[in-house]
C-alpha cells in the first residue's frame, strides 16, 4: 500500500469526501487520509440511545470541559456526541486573538455534525471584492459553476421551495419542509411589510424523499449523532460508499499528514508525509495528484509546514498568501418575541431546520454603515412543560403541564466577513503538538464592517416582528467570535494573479500545478450563505478538470 496511488485526497470531511467519490468512480485508484478516528455507517453509537441512557442526561463532566475546552465554546457538543469531537488538550493552538477553532476527530469530519444549509452563490457574491474594490476578484463567475450545483444538488438532495430570488438562485429541490402556522403568519406579514424581503423555509441537506440507499428524514432533530436512516448528506452515509462500491478506494484513519513533499527535480508534489496518531509512526505516501481537503486551518498548518528549498516559507506560497485573508461568518445578533394567539395549534415532529430570510441589505439601497449583507434563521416554537412549574400541585400541576407553553420566535442573523491581509494563521514553533509539530498561531478578529452589519441585525430582526404584531418584542447583540459560525475560509484564495493568489480558477495552486485545494481555504471572499454547497460544487469541478489534466499527460 505504500506504492503509488493516482490521487491523495487529504480529509474525509465535505469535500473530501466528494474528491474520492469523483474520483473513484472515474476509474483512479485512491488513497483517502483521516486523521480522525474511524467511524461507520450506520453505526453511530449514540445515534438510537434514549436520553436517559446517558449518564449525566447530555451534560458535560468537568473532565470533558476540559478535554475539550475549545469545543465548548460552541453550542453543538454535549454528551451524546462528545466523541466526534477533537481532544483540544492534544491538538492545540495560539490565539492572538480569541479564535473559536471547531473541530471533528472521526471518518466523516464536519459531514457529521455540520447544520446542513445549502444556498447557491449568485454574481452579488462573485462580483462582490471587485465591485467594492478590496482584496482580489474571482476568477470565475455563476456561470461557471451553475452546472455544477446542479451536479451535486441532484446526489445530495436538497429540500427547499424555489423563490425566484436573483441573488439566491434556485437549485434543483426535493419537496420544501414546511412552516408551522406562525412562522407562515411571520412570512405573510414581512412580505407585505417589507419589499425586498422574503421569507422561505430553509434549503437543507436532509432528504425529503429516500433516494439511493439513503432513508427519509424522521425529524428526530439528533442529527448531531450522526444519522443511521442516512437522511442527511453526511461522507459516511452518501459520498463514501459509493467510492468504496468501485474498489478504487483505500482509507486510513488516524493517518495525520504533516506535509506535502516536493520534488525539486521534476517541480511537482511527490506525496505526503503522515503521522500514525496511535503509534507515532512516520512514513511517506506518494501520487500523481494532491486534493487538500483538511478543512481551512488544517490545509494551511500543512502548506505552512510543507518547506523547502524552493518554498522556503511553505508550498506554492510565493505570493505570501498562505494563511492569510482568515474569514468566517459573524452572528450572535437578533431578536426574540413572545407570539399571541395560535394556542389551538401545534407542530408535527422535530423539524431540523430553521425558517431562512436571504440577505436584503445593500441590494438596491446602499449603505454608508457596512459593505455587503447578512441572511437570518429562526422560528417560531411552543415552550415545553416548565411553564406549569408556577401552577401548584397535584391535578393542577398536572393539567398545566398537558397543554403545551406560548409560542415564541427568534431570528439570528449570519452575516458576510470581509477578507483583510492581516486576519491570518502562522506557524509558532515555541509549542508543539501531542506528536511535536509546531502549533497554528491564529490572529483573526471581526472589524469595523462586521461590528456595524452585527448591529444592524437586531435592529432588523425586531422591526420586522413588530412588523408582525409580536409581542416583548427583545433585541440582542451578542457578536460571536470569529471561528464560532464553523465556516473558516479564505486562506489560500482562489485568483487570476500568481503574485496575489494561490490558487487558479479551478483549484489548482499556481506554483505546483499537481495539488488542489478544494476545502474552505480556496474562498476569495466569504458571501453570507452557508458555504458548503459551494464547496461541493468546486470540489466536482476541480475533480473533473484534473482527472482531464491527467489524461493529456499535464500533470
Known sequence: MQGAFDVIVVGSGITGGWAAKEFCEMGLKVLLLERGKNLEHPNYPTATLDPWAFQHRGRLTQADREKHHIQVRHFSIHEENKHLFVNDLENPYIETERYDW??????????????????????????????????????????????????????????????????????????????????????????TAFAGRKVTIGRVANLTEAQRARGQCQFRNRCDQGCPYGAYFSTNAATLPVAMATGNLTVLTDTLV???????????????????????????????????????LGTTFILLNSTSNRFPNGLGNGSDQVGRNLMDHHKGSGATARVEGFGDKYYYGRRPNQIYVPRFRNINEKRTDFIRGYGMQGGGSRGGYSHALSMGIGASLKEAASEPGPWHFSLQGYGECLPHPENRAVLNRSKTDKWGRPVLEINCKFRENEIAMNKDMATAAAEMMEAAGFRDVRPY???????????????????????????????????????????????????????????????????????????????
Open 102 to 191: 471547531i473541530r471533528a476527530d472521526v471518518l466523516g469530519g464536519r459531514s457529521v455534525l455540520w447544520g446542513r444549509h445549502c444556498y447557491r452563490w449568485s454574481d452579488l457574491d462573485f462580483e462582490a471584492n471587485v465591485r467594492d474594490g478590496i482584496a482580489v476578484d474571482w476568477p470565475i463567475r455563476y456561470r461557471d459553476i451553475a452546472p455544477w450545483y446542479d451536479y451535486v444538488e441532484r446526489f445530495v438532495g436538497i429540500s427547499g421551495a424555489r423563490e425566484n430570488i436573483p441573488h439566491l438562485p434556485d437549485g434543483i429541490f426535493l419537496p420544501p419542509m414546511e412552516f408551522n402556522c406562525v412562522e407562515q403568519y411571520f412570512k405573510s406579514k414581512v412580505e
Open 258 to 296: 504533516n506535509r506535502v513533499v516536493y520534488d525539486e527535480v521534476k517541480g511537482r508534489a511527490s506525496g505526503v508525509e503522515v503521522i500514525n496518531t496511535i503509534t507515532g509512526e512516520v512514513r511517506e505516501y506518494h501520487s500523481r495528484v494532491i486534493f487538500l481537503n483538511a478543512s481551512t
Open 477 to 555: 447583540n451578542n457578536m460571536s467570535f470569529p471561528g464560532n459560525a464553523n465556516h473558516e475560509m479564505g486562506t489560500a484564495r482562489m485568483g487570476k494573479d500568481p503574485k496575489t493568489s494561490v490558487l487558479n480558477a479551478f483549484n489548482q495552486m499556481h506554483e505546483v500545478p499537481n495539488v488542489f485545494i478544494t476545502d474552505g481555504s480556496f474562498m476569495t471572499s466569504s458571501s453570507c450563505v452557508n458555504p458548503s454547497l459551494t464547496y461541493m460544487a468546486m470540489t466536482a469541478r476541480a475533480c473533473h478538470y484534473a482527472a482531464s489534466e491527467m489524461k493529456k499527460l499535464n500533470i
